[in-house]
């Protein structure tokens, strides 16, 4: 009998507590990056603001483009300082525009297209959305600094498209 090796039985235990042990951690590792992967997910949709929260979709791609809301481009006041923004991408501009706020505002986008698709990025904001024809897309945003915000188009949508610039105002708080 040999005293220097384990023997076959020893060996036969330890391989199978390692490959126990091997897929304790492989399981520990997967766990930690699907938490990972679905928490950047969420945190991206739903706490930094980037993204769409609420969509309505239609059938039909010219439906929320002839609401009366977005054909006046309009700014309705829904709070002491907060508002509904009907917004409109097309060829080439975006309407309304310029919005005029007081500092402070809080402001809920709705943003569709006409025409083809638009990019809706206010410049200093996490404000970032795709205009889309028979999509209503929303963002909401605090403007608690005062100054003039420009909204422009992240996508190329044809000849002007440098040129579509709107303007949100916002006005310093006047002191009482
Ligand atoms: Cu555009």
Not at 151 to 173: K, L, S, T, W, Y
Request: glycine share 8%; net charge negative; hydrophobic share 40%.
């Amino acid at each position: 009998m040999n005293t220097q090796s384990p023997g076959p039985d020893f060996e036969h235990a330890f391989h199978r507590s390692a490959e126990r042990h091997e897929r304790v951690w492989i399981f520990c590792v997967v766990t930690m990056l699907l938490l990972l992967t679905a928490g950047t997910m969420f945190y991206a949709v739903y706490d930094y603001g980037v993204v769409t929260k609420g969509a309505a979709f239609h059938a039909d791609p010219t439906a929320p483009a002839r609401e009366t809301a977005f054909q006046d481009g309009r700014v309705i006041q829904t709070g002491p300082n907060a508002y509904s923004v009907y917004m409109v991408g097309h060829l080439w501009m975006w309407s309304p525009s310029p919005i005029h706020v007081k500092q402070g505002a809080a402001i809920t986008f709705y943003v569709t297209s006409t025409d083809v698709l638009h990019g809706f990025e206010v410049q200093g904001t996490t404000i970032n959305l795709t205009a889309v024809p028979g999509i209503v897309g929303t963002v909401s945003y605090n403007f608690s600094h005062p100054g003039t915000y420009h909204i422009i188009c992240n996508e190329f949508c044809g000849i002007e498209h440098q040129a579509m610039i709107g303007r949100i105002i916002v006005d310093p708080a006047t002191r009482s």
